[in-house]
């Protein structure tokens, strides 16, 4: 079984519609994150969680809302879907305690179309 | 605010060949992480440079650090066709410790 499960891994929605992605880790890790990538920008940081009662806003977090309901689930919505929202996004986790690097470890990925 | 640059965007090479990939960044930054991409997959992890002058190699590639100016390479040696995906890289430190700041990716084609 996958480490970091994501889902669902393919949705399409109406504009205005409220989404939410899931997160699933089996991994331990205290530190989970939520990106989004678009071609030719990379991955941009959303919001990310350093334990289960620790939630920070990211690079672009407006629109958005996060949810840790334990440690090992990272929920992700967006309130009121608008068609630049579009986009690939990524939940990732890490765990600085038992690793020094910090590495952060990817989920499968959620394709998300907002028509 | 941490910015990071790769170069170049897309890099077509053939097989065999050697080239290095560039990744700048803006600020002083305490890690840099380099990962692949697949197509339609997720990413990789592939290295942590963790200070300065740090190398790392696995196979065909071997990434570098340099924190003075503030600089990391990838270089790609005797490229293979299974080499081919979106690289990235990523800084993270200072007052944004533990999170990442990603360049924008450089898709690699290695052809026959």
Redesign the interface.
């Known amino acids: 079984d996958a480490d970091v499960t994501q889902t669902p891994r393919n949705r399409i929605t109406k504009t205005g519609k409220r989404i939410m992605l899931e997160c699933s880790q089996t991994k331990g890790h205290d530190r989970m994150y939520w990106y989004r990538q678009d071609p030719g920008l990379g991955l941009r940081l959303i919001y990310y969680s350093f334990d289960v009662k620790d939630i920070n806003k990211g690079e672009i977090s407006d629109g958005y809302s996060v949810s840790r309901q334990a440690q090992a689930k990272f929920s992700l919505s967006l309130e009121s879907a608008i068609p630049n929202q579009t986009a690939l996004y990524f939940c990732a986790t890490s765990d600085l305690a038992s690793d020094s690097t910090d590495t952060q470890y990817f989920g499968p990925g959620t394709r998300l179309t907002v028509l | 605010e941490l910015k990071?640059e790769q170069n170049p965007?897309f890099l077509s090479m053939q097989e065999g060949k050697n080239y290095t990939i560039y990744c700048n960044y803006s600020t002083t930054s305490d890690?840099l992480?380099w990962?692949r991409q697949d197509p339609g997959?997720?990413?990789?992890?592939l290295f942590?440079l963790?200070s300065n002058g740090a190398v790392k190699q696995e196979g065909r590639l071997m990434a570098s650090l340099d924190t003075k100016a503030r600089l990391s390479t990838l270089h790609i040696t005797a490229a293979v066709h299974d080499l081919s995906a979106t690289y990235?890289c990523?800084a993270?430190g200072g007052t944004s410790y533990?999170?990442?700041?990603?360049?924008?990716?450089t898709i690699l084609t290695v052809h026959p």
């Open positions: 990071v965007l890690r992480y990962y997959k997720s990413l990789e992890s942590v963790l990235f990523a993270a533990g999170k990442l700041t990603f360049g924008q990716g």
